[in-house]
DNA sequence: TGACAAGGTTCTATTTTGGAACTTACTGTA
DNA sequence: TACAGTAAGTTCCAAAATAGAACCTTGTCA
């Protein structure tokens, strides 16, 4: 299968990655959530190429992801913002930071923690249920068939 | 940069993505918590290579995700099981998933339903705040050192 | 006039994937 | 005994993506 046939799949988790399933992206999305803005310092912060940045931010703005603002007219300059489907990919990347504090920071201790203003505490993420608002666990939760699926559903579920 | 390199950063994003950062690692996850374990099961569902199929579940293993279990003896069979890191993945998933549901599903709705046990309700998954148990919103939250952040940490955050 | 800046694009070499066929070690059937 | 089948890989080559560096465009400033 190649990746550009990803996002027919009847499969939230492959739609998401046809746009966001690449590192650069993921990365690029991190220092977005870090205030960068501007094509060259995306670039510096991440060491990725010239090349890669262009096509990689077309490509966010192109989905809806990030949104493109001219900042001055003369000369024209540009800069990356998220818009609100970006900012909502940080439920994504909260979770992706707690699962490697846990397994993959080691002795030392997680590189950044986190404090939530509204209540003033350091805190983790914790994925709860929308309904009893208890922690979700693997094995409390199955699968049904939703509206939007379509055959075959035992293939690309 | 290389991807090798990542996987030295003091950033758990970045730490993470060397582990799960490519497509076909994450599809796998996706298919084990549905409960797939065997290397031809994973194979045909995927549609992904033999060859890229072999490395990374070699890779998942190696790093503790999965762990490789002989099945039968003779001839010898294995299977594939998330470990406690892996199962433990599934917030990621789920955050992912609810992603795509709310950004890519579309007017035909998600292609699957999640059912909490504990409740009986079909549910979406909100990430909220280990202290005050509040959903988290990107503007309430301040990132600060932690006790693994090395230098340097402006670049690699 | 020349240096500098931001935001790209173009070029080539290297690395990674995709696709298909082949291998190994056994089992079950004719 | 020969032959087909199964699970889990490995090998090979072609196609696609990425890394690294240089170059281009439009303008400002000294």
Redesign the pocket.
Known sequence: ????ELDGTSCSVARSLAIVG?R?TILILRNAFLRTR????FQAQL??????L??R??KLVKLGVMS?VA?QE??????YRLTEMGRDWYSVQLALVAWGDKWLAGAAGPPLEFLHQKCGHKFRPVTVCSECREPLDTRDITPIAGPGLRPPAAVTP
């Open positions: 299968m190649k990746w550009r690449d650069w501007r094509f060259d310092d060491g990725i190429t010239r090349h890669l262009a096509s931010l077309a493109k900042y003369r000369p024209p300059r540009y800069e």
